[in-house]
């Protein structure tokens, strides 16, 4: 059963545009939801993280907007660059639980320049 | 401050045998938590160590185990390996067990199995 489904499994932007990350959760157990970017040949690494008790939380280029009754986030990369380009992962977990991060199966980016 | 460090990077394996796989967290981080990645199933959560005790383990088989040291490193084995059972293998480390708050990941051991 796959818990955090994520949308679309790839997209290209133009450099400049903004790139937009749609994540759906189903346990409403979970109370954290971060975003990973995995470059090939390293581990994720954190980019943004998000709390249900906000609806969105902003850093830099990076946004997170939460919608806890549709259940749903997303992430939104504005003025996307080429370095930009990379696999990024949704995420969710109940802190301080013991089943880890569920896993969206993730978005291969593409920022033409 | 060093990352969360795995070695090998790469290793090849035949089917049948089996692997042991290092993790050494971050200065002071005391919960290692393991995942394997596929192309398939993506990322999946293995198990979580804190205080060389493990918390929780994800759904693998019994040939997937692993272990923690008093100094937080931590193994994970796998045994009689299956050509499935190719992936990156990754480990995240936290200061407490956190449920996945905080992860930083270490860049992988990538698994094949021939």
């Known amino acids: 059963q796959q818990q955090v489904k994520q949308s679309p499994q790839s997209l290209i932007v133009q450099k400049g545009g903004i790139s937009i990350i749609n994540c759906a959760y189903e346990n409403t157990a979970f109370d954290y939801f971060p975003w990973y970017q995995q470059f090939p040949g390293k581990g994720p690494a954190l980019l943004i993280a998000?709390?249900?008790?906000?609806s969105e939380k902003k850093e830099g280029r990076f946004t997170i907007s939460f919608n806890k009754s549709a259940k749903q986030f997303s992430l939104h990369i504005m003025d996307s660059q080429p370095g930009d380009s990379a696999t990024y992962f949704c995420a969710a977990s109940m802190r301080g639980g013991a089943d880890g991060l569920t896993f969206g199966k993730g978005t291969h980016l593409i920022i033409q320049p | 401050k060093a990352g969360v460090t795995q070695t090998p990077r790469y290793l090849i394996k035949t089917r049948g045998q089996q692997v042991t796989l290092s993790c050494s967290p971050i200065s002071g981080h005391r919960s290692v938590s393991w995942y394997q990645q596929t192309p398939g199933q993506g990322l999946q959560f293995l198990f979580e160590?804190?205080?060389?005790?493990?918390?929780n383990k994800g759904n693998f088989p019994g040939r997937f185990s692993g272990r923690q040291f008093s100094n937080s490193r931590s193994e994970m084995n796998v045994s009689t390996l299956e050509l499935g059972d190719s992936a990156l293998y990754l480990c995240?480390?936290?200061?407490?067990?956190?449920?996945?708050?905080?992860?930083?990941f270490g860049s992988g051991t990538r698994l094949t199995v021939v």
């Open positions: 160590y804190f205080s060389e005790t493990q918390r």
């Open positions: 998000i709390r249900p008790d906000v």
């Open positions: 995240a480390s936290t200061e407490v067990a956190s449920g996945g708050y905080g992860y930083t």
